[in-house]
């Protein structure tokens, strides 16, 4: 066999598609392969993708898509079904005919996949197994010394697309308006059951993540190091917090779970905001009622039979976009418009990523994997002994007040209320929210 291995990621890609048809492969990167040990491609077969669990390497990661998928995926756009029109006026039944359709004909005809393929792979990629999966990961070091190490998780319906704007601000501040030492190494971990990660075959909840993340920066060198993350990617931040290992120096989160038991037994028995609330607690305690009494079912589906969900999500690319695409523009600050703060480019690039890797399944899957234990994703988190920053964006799901906050979160260092961006912060103001990681981090980075 030749120095350049090739290798199939059936463990990665549709069970429904080939592995032949697919043919894509972990090639090595040779502009980061002293990092990753010789310059050859690394070939996940079906037996090799479950490494050894003593299998520590790191391998380079690039990503080549072959036509023929995207030969595929045009033809089954074309070949689309589409329902009936909704028999309301706004988007209360959810996506909207007129405002999928444009999109879905854009997707088939004008969108460039390769455009996509080509932001992923012009960053550092990575793979390598812990707890016996393969974790996918980006890890862009700064050019300034003395960078802070910050691990950043992306969330659902989501992808390591929607962080990358963020990387030119966070690693090189000083080209956006920043000082050297607010740098950031990042690190990128793609979820498992999302991307180019593994696809659990057993239970891979919160606090496993949490567990392997921590193993990852171990892995990468680093000693300490702080978290960052909305949705999945504050969860993931938060139960770090709680299990405290050491080396983590702080998290900030977008997303944080300040939400006290008795708030949330009065949102689920409909009942209104207590007189006693602050303003700021009656806005959060609105946003719990919007999001439990009428946007709540995409979660209920996922957290009890995302199996049965899959099966559409697999076989239908319209199916997958109008599930991804009503989350996106609901939670955006757009208005319902999301392509009003993103482009349709943006947009598809996340939702290409999750059709070509076959993952709306597994994915929806992690929902039911946090399902099977305690707590919510709003629900207040008691963190004692790690610092918390909290930045509260205005479309957020909810808006937390600082009042909840304080009541988790021990040693909170850092609130911040800004009048833009929503559930998708990094990917819809990104100069914003590197500002905001900056100033959050600071006073961690002032205590060395």
Known sequence: MSPAKSIS???????????????????????????????????????AAVAAPQDESIRPFHVSIPEEALTDLRRRLAETRWPDREKVSDASQGVQLDRLEPLVRY???????????ARLNAVPQFITTIDGLDIQFIHIR????????????HGWPGSPFELL?????????????????????????????YGFSGKPNEAWDPARVARAWDVLMKRLGYKNYVSQG?????????VLAVQAPEGLLGIHTNMPGTVPPGVLK???????????????????YAGLETFYGKGFGYAEMMNTRPQTLGY???DSPVGLAAFLYEKIATWTDSGGNPESVLTRDEILDNITLYWLTNTGTSSSR?????????????????????????TVFPGEIYRAPRSWGEKSFKKLIYWNEVDKGGHFAAWEQPELFAAEIRAAFRPLREKK
Do not use: C
Request: glycine share 10%; charged share 15%.
């Open 9 to 47: 990621l059936r463990r990665l890609l549709s069970t429904a598609i080939s592995v032949a048809a697919l043919g894509m492969t972990l090639q090595s990167s040779p502009s980061f392969a002293s990092s990753a040990g010789p310059s050859t491609a690394i070939t996940v077969s079906a037996a």
């Open 107 to 117: 997707w088939g005809t004008d969108y460039d996949w390769r455009k996509g393929e």
């Open 142 to 153: 700064s050019k300034h010394k003395g960078a802070m190490p910050l691990l950043m998780t």
């Open 165 to 193: 704007k963020t990387v030119g601000p966070l690693t090189d501040p000083t080209a956006h308006g920043g000082k050297a030492e607010d740098a950031f190494d990042l690190i990128m971990p793609t979820y498992p059951g």
């Open 230 to 238: 909305g949705d999945w990617g504050a969860i993931i931040s938060q």
């Open 266 to 284: 009065l949102v689920r028995a409909k009942q209104p905001a207590p007189d006693s609330y602050s303003p700021e607690e009656k806005i959060a």
């Open 312 to 314: 559409g999500l697999s």
């Open 366 to 390: 992690s929902y039911w994997d946090a399902a099977q234990g305690p707590g919510g994703p709003f629900n207040a988190i008691e963190i004692s002994k790690v610092p918390v920053a909290v």
